[in-house]
């Protein structure tokens, strides 16, 4: 997946990877100078395997540097496939986690007595695309 060297997105993938035993990649705009702390220094820790990009490149060929890095990691013959994860988790499958929360609430007690949930989401794609 994407996002800048802070990215929560990109920290939580590198996490759960980290703990089902998948190996994380991870594609985020930044300078090779960047301060390795906050969510940057957990990707690390994690295990996730880090390719930084200047923001034009992130801006400009996202997309492509992400196929990029999967056509090697196909290509290094032991087996691997990427699956693309797009900036955000921002596709019909990551929707689903948002499926699985409400039946954690539902399942735990505390949702059934809500007539509303509130789910934050966010990504500098989406608040980007508004301004527009």
């Given at each position: 997946t994407c ?6 997105h ?7 990877c ?41 801006r ?23 699956y693309?994860i797009p ?10 986690g948002?499926v ?5 609430l ?27």
């Amino acid at each position: 997946t994407c996002g800048a060297t802070q990215s929560n997105h990109c920290r939580m993938t590198a996490e759960a990877c980290a703990r089902v035993g998948l190996r994380c990649v991870l594609l985020l705009r930044g300078s090779a100078e960047a301060s390795v702390e906050g969510n940057f220094l957990l990707d690390l820790l994690a295990g996730a395997e880090v390719h930084l990009c200047t923001a034009e490149e992130y801006r400009s060929r996202r997309g492509e540097l992400m196929e990029d890095i999967a056509a090697k990691i196909a290509s290094r013959g032991d087996g691997s496939k990427a699956y693309i994860i797009p900036e955000g988790g921002s596709n019909a499958l990551g929707c689903f986690g948002y499926v699985d929360v409400v039946d954690e609430l539902l399942d735990a007690g505390v949702a059934e007595d809500a007539r509303e949930i509130f789910a934050p989401t966010e990504t500098s794609s989406s608040s980007k695309s508004r301004t527009e």
